[in-house]
């Protein structure tokens, strides 16, 4: 009977190890860097917002944490992977949260560009060790496939992916400032997503 109770216990055990391995996660084997970096367009800039209210200003708040806000409103992903090295890579990137990727559907480009560039990017960050959250945007009406695209983006290259980081805000006065970018509570609520996302790397 002892016997039979250490086989089940080692059995459980190595299920258990088996299932956390299957689970990956996208934790690096080693984090390097200092900074958290919020690297975007005008999502990330904080558009929107009531003074410096921007989701990296809350997201530092609520960590005790600086958060460095490299956003900038009209940013295509080309634009981003143009200011990568001196925005990001150059300054110790350990978690960097993007958000990249609206401006681009709604000037057109096409999906399988935009998702090199944001590869681009976010292959070269983990070259440096630093950890990649995504913060995917879905409009209903003019999606394109760009959903389909940040979960291709997630799988390829085992980054955290929000897949909607302004779900449940859209349409909703109380969280928009107008049809696209939130206010101080949305953005309140953006930061507590990324925020969720990051927790365990801390």
Same mark, same amino acid.
């Given at each position: 009977?002892?016997?039979?109770?250490?086989?089940?216990?080692?059995?459980?055990?190595?299920?258990?190890?088996?299932?956390?391995?299957?689970?990956?996660?996208?934790?690096?084997?080693?984090?390097?860097?200092?900074?958290?970096?919020?690297?975007?367009?005008?999502?990330?800039?904080?558009?929107?917002?009531?003074?410096?209210?921007?989701?990296? %200003?809350?997201?530092?708040?609520? &960590?005790?944490? $600086?958060? *460095?806000?490299? @956003?900038?409103? =009209?940013?295509?992903?080309?634009?981003?992977?143009?200011?990568?090295?001196?925005?990001?890579?150059?300054?110790?990137?350990?978690?960097?949260?993007?958000?990249?990727?609206?401006?681009?559907?709604?000037?057109?480009?096409?999906?399988?560009?935009?998702?090199?560039?944001?590869?681009?990017?976010?292959?070269?960050?983990?070259?440096?060790?630093?950890?990649?959250?995504?913060?995917?945007?879905?409009?209903?009406?003019?999606?394109?496939?760009?959903?389909?695209?940040?979960?291709?983006? %997630?799988?390829?290259?085992?980054? &955290?992916?929000? $897949?909607? *980081?302004?779900? @449940?805000?859209? =349409?909703?006065?109380?969280?928009?400032?107008?049809?696209?970018?939130?206010?101080?509570?949305?953005?309140?609520?953006?930061?507590?997503?990324?925020?969720?996302?990051?927790?365990?790397?801390?």
């Amino acid at each position: 009977m002892k016997r039979r109770t250490f086989y089940l216990s080692t059995l459980f055990l190595l299920l258990a190890c088996f299932l956390l391995a299957a689970c990956g996660g996208s934790e690096p084997a080693t984090l390097s860097g200092e900074n958290i970096i919020c690297f975007g367009d005008s999502l990330t800039y904080g558009t929107g917002a009531a003074g410096n209210k921007s989701y990296p %200003a809350q997201l530092s708040a609520m &960590i005790g944490q $600086p958060v *460095i806000n490299a @956003g900038i409103p =009209g940013n295509t992903t080309a634009d981003g992977l143009e200011r990568l090295e001196t925005d990001v890579l150059e300054k110790s990137p350990r978690i960097v949260l993007i958000t990249l990727g609206g401006n681009d559907l709604k000037s057109g480009v096409r999906k399988d560009v935009a998702f090199m560039n944001l590869k681009t990017i976010i292959e070269a960050i983990q070259a440096e060790g630093g950890l990649v959250v995504l913060g995917g945007v879905k409009f209903i009406i003019l999606d394109k496939e760009y959903g389909e695209m940040y979960k291709k983006l %997630a799988k390829e290259t085992d980054i &955290i992916l929000i $897949p909607n *980081i302004l779900s @449940g805000l859209i =349409g909703k006065d109380k969280y928009m400032s107008d049809p696209i970018h939130p206010n101080t509570a949305g953005y309140e609520i953006m930061a507590q997503k990324f925020h969720k996302a990051i927790k365990p790397y801390l």
